[in-house]
């Protein structure tokens, strides 16, 4: 693949979609040759800044900065794995897929992206105590632009169902209301399911949110008869 894109690139230096498949390859390549935190992190560095050379001439090409968007996101999560801050990735990934979907409000995997960072943004913030519910209800939004402009997109619906399990989470572990989060994730988890039966994380991921919502049920019930 390599040696592909070097080529197509020397054939037309310009061929921005050359230089951006050569920039991801060469940045997995060094990514895993070993897993040492500062090699893995110089290795997404030199990635993102490959990516940003190639966009200062393509600053309207909404692929790369969907292409950027992915690698924040990316490194964010090596960050986080290795106990180092990702929010500083998971920000620079919302602007990029925000960037993309500007170029092109039709770009359906970019507003999906922007709702994974947010919602990743707000899994962060629940984890230090701080308020997550404004990120969680933007990366809703955001999976709702994704899924009005791809309603096969899948991914996006399922991604939209964990934003809603983790809002019941987080409602739940303050003596608020889950339910409604709760059914949301139950609903597009069902929605997900009947566009492909075989989606085992989907499977694994309603049983999960069934059995939150019928203990919240049964914690009700109790505190009824009480």
């Given at each position: 693949?390599r040696a592909?894109?070097?080529?197509?690139l020397?054939?037309?230096?310009?061929?921005?979609?050359?230089a951006?498949?050569?920039?991801?390859?060469?940045g997995?390549?060094?990514?895993?040759k070993?897993?040492?935190?500062?090699k893995v992190?110089?290795?997404?560095?030199?990635?993102l800044?490959?990516?940003?050379?190639?966009?200062?001439?393509?600053?309207?090409?909404?692929?790369?900065y969907?292409e950027?968007?992915?690698?924040?996101?990316?490194?964010?999560?090596?960050?986080?794995?290795?106990?180092?801050?990702?929010?500083?990735?998971?920000?620079?990934?919302?602007?990029?897929?925000t960037?993309?979907?500007?170029?092109?409000p039709?770009?359906?995997?970019?507003?999906?992206?922007r709702?994974?960072?947010?919602?990743?943004?707000?899994?962060?913030?629940?984890?230090?105590?701080?308020?997550?519910?404004?990120?969680?209800?933007a990366?809703?939004?955001a999976?709702?632009?994704?899924?009005?402009?791809?309603?096969?997109?899948?991914?996006?619906?399922h991604?939209?169902?964990?934003?809603?399990?983790?809002?019941?989470?987080?409602?739940?572990?303050?003596?608020?209301?889950p339910?409604?989060?709760?059914?949301?994730?139950v609903?597009?988890?069902?929605?997900?399911?009947?566009?492909?039966?075989?989606?085992?994380?989907?499977c694994?991921?309603?049983?999960?949110?069934?059995?939150?919502?019928?203990g919240?049920?049964?914690?009700?019930?109790?505190?009824?008869?009480?």
């Open positions: 693949a592909a894109f070097q080529t197509a020397e054939t037309n230096p310009d061929d921005v979609d050359a951006v498949g050569l920039a991801r390859v060469v997995h390549l060094e990514r895993w070993e897993w040492d935190p500062e992190f110089a290795a997404f560095r030199h990635e800044d490959a990516l940003t050379r190639v966009g200062a001439d393509r600053p309207d090409h909404a692929p790369l969907f950027l968007g992915n690698v924040h996101t990316l490194f964010a999560t090596a960050l986080g794995e290795f106990g180092a801050d990702p929010v500083p990735e998971i920000e620079a990934a919302i602007l990029d897929f960037r993309a979907s500007s170029i092109d039709s770009f359906a995997e970019a507003y999906e992206g709702g994974n960072a947010l919602q990743a943004l707000g899994f962060c913030r629940s984890q230090h105590g701080q308020d997550p519910i404004p990120d969680y209800e990366a809703l939004t999976f709702r632009y994704a899924i009005d402009r791809n309603p096969t997109l899948a991914k996006a619906v991604a939209r169902a964990m934003a809603h399990y983790n809002l019941g989470l987080y409602c739940d572990s303050r003596g608020e209301d339910v409604p989060a709760y059914e949301a994730a609903s597009d988890l069902t929605r997900v399911l009947e566009m492909n039966p075989s989606v085992a994380q989907a694994w991921t309603l049983g999960l949110v069934r059995r939150h919502l019928a919240t049920h049964r914690d009700r019930g109790q505190a009824t008869e009480a």
